[in-house]
């Protein structure tokens, strides 16, 4: 599937994001309980931020990575 270029993905509600493609921005920002999947060889480029700590949920499949900081 096609990439995502975006400066930031905001993750809200307790919904799913499901990634086919790379993202690349600036950060993932988790502004509430949500999920984001990560499909297998597919990166993520970008920090990764929480509005809340332990809140949202990252699974990243197979050989996937995230080149950014994480927390």
Same mark, same amino acid.
């Given at each position: 599937s096609s990439d995502?270029?975006?400066t930031n993905l905001d993750v809200e509600g307790t919904? +799913?994001?499901n990634?086919?493609?790379d993202y690349t921005g600036t950060a993932i920002r988790y502004n509430a309980d949500g999920t984001v999947v990560l499909a297998n060889g597919r990166d993520v480029n !970008?920090?990764?931020t929480t509005? +809340? +700590?332990n809140t949202g949920t990252l699974t990243l499949n197979? !050989? !996937?990575t995230v080149s950014g900081?994480?927390?």
């Open positions: 995502v270029y975006a919904g +799913t994001v990634l086919n493609g !970008s920090a990764i509005a +809340t +700590t197979g !050989s !996937s900081s994480v927390g």
